[in-house]
């Protein structure tokens, strides 16, 4: 299976890292598509715990080539400071390379996200405040700074003669201080970062295609989740680019036919960021017990995530607007010692059962869940590694979770270590057809 895409298909931190973990070991290239330091990956190796959010968890095997695609925005503080904290770790980071294409987050952005969302109230997102939106609303206008510009000092004083006029008015209307946002020393600070990651920023596409044509097998790195995607996700409330697999096309460069596997993510349970509706949020113990054991703390803000009961309404519909053909189902181990588990197979809106995922937020805001109820299982299962050797009552929710889903479930994680996953035989959905190498005929 040469292109596999990983996806998450709940609102973020279902552990796609540990999925690109289990995997690692097939794989010669990780490709991040889209999102930027506004994501977050905890990789536990042994007794070292790992948390990246912009440079792929592949940057942990030596065989493995990390790739920033065209569609992920990237602060090149936090990348620097990632390369530097793996080097002084022992990882060699001189793989790692960045499309010239993809955005950059500068200050001033940071700065927009923080003012945008003061000004949104009691309405706001809950953004990770790291510039995400305003990199990508640059983009869209087509005036934002590329990593290619960061060598061009020529190119990128154009630019913020551009920019800046307007984007010094609206801080400084906000009350923010905006000596920092003058030409010359954004142009210093760009520049710096420039001269640290020259050896790293290349044209990633052409290294995608040609990984392809090798037939290397690369994995796609999806980072947030199927909810938060702009186009499919519970808008406004989401984030400002593709999570989905369709994304892993446009933000890493490569066509849809090209794409073999699309890997579901998906945790026990479900989580939310930020804000926006959840229908199947518990604001009581139980979900107070299921944060703490499962460690429900974002890796990149350090707020306490939202916790919910599994909803396969959602899940439903993440599957097909993903073309998920396989799923890793994490953190089972999570729920053992409940007493009842609670699974949201549809919901009532103004007093009709909806079994679809609504496409207005408005809507789900008002959506009554409907359970299914399971019995819990009080045994420990970190040490299980078939299917067969769960509990009863665990093997039975999982069955119901893949019923729902109608693609298998392949991966089971039943604690943080890689070790700690269960695997079922499986076949890749569809096999690309091998491509002949360019120039050699084809015999009809
Ligand atoms: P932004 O991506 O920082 O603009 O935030 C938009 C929304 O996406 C907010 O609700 C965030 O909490 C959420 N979000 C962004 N990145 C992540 C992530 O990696 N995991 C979970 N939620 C995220």
Known sequence: MPATVIVGLQWGDEGKGK???????????????QGGDNAGHTIVLGSEVFKLHLVPSGVL???????????????????????DGLTARGIDVGRVRVSANAHVTMPYHVAQDRVAETALGDGRVGT?????????????ARIGVRMADLCSPDALRAKLARVLPDRTLVLRAAGMPTDAFAIEPLVELATGWGDRLRGHVADTTALVQGALRRGDHVLFEGAQGTLLDIDHGTYPYVTSSSPVAGGACTGGGIGPLQVDEVIGVMKAYATRVGSGPFPTELDDAIGEGIARRGNEVGTTTGR???????????????????SVSSIMLNKLDILSG?????????????GRRVEAWPSSADDLARAVPVYDSFPGWREAIHGVRALSDLPENARRYVTALEDHAAVPIVLVSVGPERTQTIERAWRPMRHRATVPPSGAAVSA
């Not at 999925?19 to 097939?26: R, S, Y």
């Not at 095997?61 to 390369?83: A, K, R």
């Not at 919910?308 to 899940?315: E, I, K, T, Y």
């Not at 409940?338 to 103004?350: G, K, P, S, T």
């Open 19 to 33: 999925t690109t973990d289990v995997l690692a070991e097939q794989v010669a290239m990780v490709v991040r598509y």
């Open 61 to 83: 095997y030596p065989h493995i080539s990390p790739i920033i695609g065209p569609g992920v925005v990237v602060n090149p503080d936090t990348l620097i400071s990632e390369l």
């Open 128 to 140: 990770t405040q790291r510039g995400i939106g305003p990199t990508y609303a640059d983009r869209a």
């Open 304 to 322: 306490r995530r939202r916790v919910g009961w599994f909803d396969a309404v959602s899940l439903r519909y993440a599957v097909g607007i993903n």
């Open 338 to 350: 409940l007493d009842e588990i609670r699974m949201c197979v549809a919901y009532e809106i103004d």
